[in-house]
């Protein structure tokens, strides 16, 4: 082997042959694959759902989000009859019949069965409160205790009692309120 075909065959992607060439060439080869990558990686399909606004780069995504539209839930608990759209939501629902909860607080004894439970109890700690009302000076460190405070400015009353038209801001008190049409034992 020449002195020549040594030196380019230690470059990835370099043609054997004209020695003349010198070091320069097999640079440019390198770096102009590199520049064609960068295109291809750039020109990604894109994946639109037919029924709404949705789209993204992975088909993998586009065939979970259209289970959404078609209300498809191939994963089934084998303990009730509970069904999921995808395999980790149904990992998620197992753990209410075994009770798991592998996510703990540092700070406490709470323990979570998702790690987004977990995040949410830990604003407890620390006192941030992300959530801000616009109409008063109201804040909150989750997102559904907001909603319930609105409705105090909305006067919006979205729980319905069945039995009698009761309605409430919120679900604790509507149920609450369902207990006083049990009946006597």
């Not at 440019?28 to 949705?54: H, Q, S």
């Not at 941030?128 to 616009?134: G, N, Q, R």
């Not at 109409?135 to 105090?152: E, I, P, T």
Request: charged fraction near 25%; include cysteine; proline fraction near 5%.
């Amino acid at each position: 082997m020449g002195a020549g075909r040594e030196g380019l065959a230690a470059v990835p992607g370099a043609k054997r042959g004209n020695a003349a060439a010198g070091a320069a060439a097999p640079l440019e080869l390198v770096t102009g694959r590199r520049r064609r990558a960068k295109n291809r990686v750039g020109k990604k399909k894109r994946y639109r759902c037919p029924w709404c606004d949705f789209e993204t780069h992975h088909p993998g995504s586009i065939a979970q989000h259209k289970k959404r539209h078609t209300g498809e839930r191939p994963y089934a608990c084998d303990e009730c009859d509970y069904r999921a759209a995808r395999s980790s939501l149904l990992a998620q629902h197992k753990m209410r019949h075994t009770g798991e909860r592998p996510f703990a607080c540092d700070q406490c004894d709470y323990r979570a069965s998702r790690s987004s439970l977990l995040a949410q109890h830990r604003l407890r700690h620390t006192g941030v409160k992300p959530y801000v009302c616009d109409l008063c000076s109201y804040r909150a460190a989750q997102s559904g205790l907001l909603a319930q405070h609105r409705r105090r400015h909305t006067g919006e009353k979205p729980y319905a009692c069945s039995a009698c038209g009761f309605r409430t801001a919120r679900s604790a008190y509507l149920r609450q309120h369902m207990l006083s049409h049990l009946q006597p034992v």
